[in-house]
C-alpha cells in the first residue's frame, strides 16, 4: 500500500505588477501526478512586459512529455523550451499549440524547471516555472546507488542538514517511464530510525534511465524532495569473471589462462567487456605484474618459470556496451608454479550459491 502523506500540495501564484497571470494559467501539476504522491512546489507564469500574452490554459503532460496551451490568435509558428537551472536546455518549433519534447529527456526537478512558449521574431511569449517549495536545506544530500551481486542494488543518503528533528523519507523509484513507481520495501535506519537508504532486490538492468525521488515528511515544517536519473548500467559493481583456469606447460614455457565473462543482468556479448589480469610472485609478494585491457578470454602468459610459484587473479570492466566502465570485483586468487604438476589445470570455479 501506498504511503499517504499528510501533507497536500503547495501551489502558489505570485504576482509582481502584471507578470504573473491568473490562476486559471498555472501550469499542470508535474512530475508528481506521473508518481501519484505529493511533492511541494509553486508554479508561476509569466509574460512580456511590454505587452499581455495571447496564450492561456498552459498544461504539461509529462507522461507524453507534451506542452500545450490555447492562444487567442492564430501564428504560423511557436517556439518550446524546457530548460533546467543548469542552463540545459531543449527547443522545438511547431505550427500548433502543442510541443512534443523527446521522451528520453531526463530533467531532474528538484532544482527547477522553465518551459517557454514564444512566437519567433516577436516579443510574444509566456514563461512557467517549477519552483520546489519545503524548507531550505532540508532535502536529502550525497544521494547514490550501487547494483552488487547482479540483481541486488543499495541506494543510501544522508539527511539534509537543516531538516527538523522529525524528518522521515521516502523513496520512489521507476525503473522506465512505463512501469508504476514503487516504494522502497527493505529501508537502511540510522540510529533515530530514521530512514537513509533502501535494499532492492531482484533488479534488472535497462536501457532507460531509472528515477529516484525521495520525499519528505515532518510535523514542523514542509520537507524539500530531491530527485535524480540513474543510468542502471553505469552504477553497477560487475562480479568477477568466472571459471578462471591456469594450464601450464614445459614446451614451449608458458601458461594459458583462461576464464568466463563475469555474469550480469542485461549483457550476454563477451565483446562487452575488457579485462585485467594480475600475475604475482608468490614468494616475491612486491613483483607482481598487471596486464590491463585484455578483450579476449585467452592470455598466454609467457614469462613463466617453473621454479616459482604464482598466484592468479582477474578483474572486468565494460568496454563500448552498456556496461560499467569501471573495474569489477577481482576473482578469488589461484595458485600454479612449481609445486604443481605439467600438463595439469588450476582451475576455480566461482560460486553461485551467494547469488
Known sequence: MRRVFQEEVSLSLSREGNMFDTPGLICMILWYMMLFHPLHADIQCMESDTQESPFTNVSVDWRKMELSWESSRNF?????????????????????????FPLELHMPMHK????????????????????????KGSAIENFSCVIYNIFLMNCTWQAGRDAPADTQYFLYWQ????????????????ENFRNVGCIFQNVSIGTEKAYFLVNGSSNSSLIQFYDEYIDLYKIE????????????????????IMWHPPLTSHVENTKCFQYEISIQNKDEP??????????NDRYEFQNYNEKKRYTLKIRASG????????????SEPIEFGKTMNFFSSITLFASLSSL
Open 112 to 135: 527547477g524547471l522553465t518551459f517557454v512558449i514564444e512566437v519567433p521574431n516577436t516579443n510574444i511569449s509566456k514563461q512557467c516555472s517549477f519552483l520546489p517549495g519545503g524548507m
Open 237 to 256: 559493481i560487475l562480479t568477477a569473471p568466472l571459471n578462471v583456469t591456469a594450464h601450464c606447460t614445459r614446451d614451449p614455457m608458458s601458461c594459458i
Open 175 to 190: 525503473q522506465s517511464r512505463d512501469e508504476e513507481d514503487m516504494e522502497c520495501e527493505h529501508y537502511i535506519q540510522d
Open 319 to 330: 568496454k563500448n556496451c552498456l556496461v560499467s566502465s569501471d573495474w569489477g570485483e577481482w
Open 76 to 100: 504560423s509558428e511557436y517556439r518550446c523550451i524546457i530548460m533546467d537551472r543548469g542552463m540545459e536546455y531543449i527547443d522545438t518549433e511547431v505550427d500548433s499549440p502543442l510541443c512534443s
Open 286 to 295: 612486491t613483483e607482481e605484474k598487471k596486464l590491463p585491457c585484455v578483450r
